[in-house]
Nanobody, 122 residues
Framework: QVQLVESGGGLVQAGDSLRLSCTAS????????MGWFRQAPGKEREFVAG??????????DYADSVKRRFTISRDNTKKTMYLQMSSLKPEDTAVYYC?????????????WGQGTQVTVSS
């Protein structure tokens, strides 16, 4: 089992930046690829970004809607993953979830956090 806890959400204005964190406990964090998802009201949960277990490999993946605005990273020594969000837009408003997967993918995530709310006002 892997327990995941997100933090860093909040209310910001359009154009602002925000950094989300996801801290893991339980099984070996370094063994998992990690990802961020989000779910806006009335919409399905969608993939935002993913990062391989070995951050040094440079293997990351981003949804088109967040490319060049969001950056995913991880610090395996701290068992923590980050999502740096810049140039935020009202349509980025959602509950953001972190998740762990055996491999870098968009749909093989086994463990999920409880989510953190991000609200972007116009």
């Amino acid at each position: 089992q892997v327990q995941l806890v997100e933090s860093g959400g909040g209310l910001v204005q359009a154009g602002d930046s925000l950094r989300l964190s996801c801290t893991a406990s339980g099984r070996t964090f370094v063994a998992f690829a990690m990802g961020w998802f989000r779910q806006a009201p009335g919409k399905e949960r969608e993939f935002v970004a993913g990062i391989d277990w070995n951050y040094g490999s440079g293997n990351t993946d981003y949804a088109d809607s967040v490319k060049r605005r969001f950056t995913i990273s991880r610090d395996n020594t701290k068992k923590t993953m980050y999502l740096q969000m810049s140039s935020l837009k009202p349509e980025d408003t959602a509950v953001y979830y972190c998740a762990a997967a055996p491999v870098l993918s968009r749909n093989e995530y086994k463990y999920w956090g409880q989510g953190t709310q991000v609200t972007v006002s116009s």
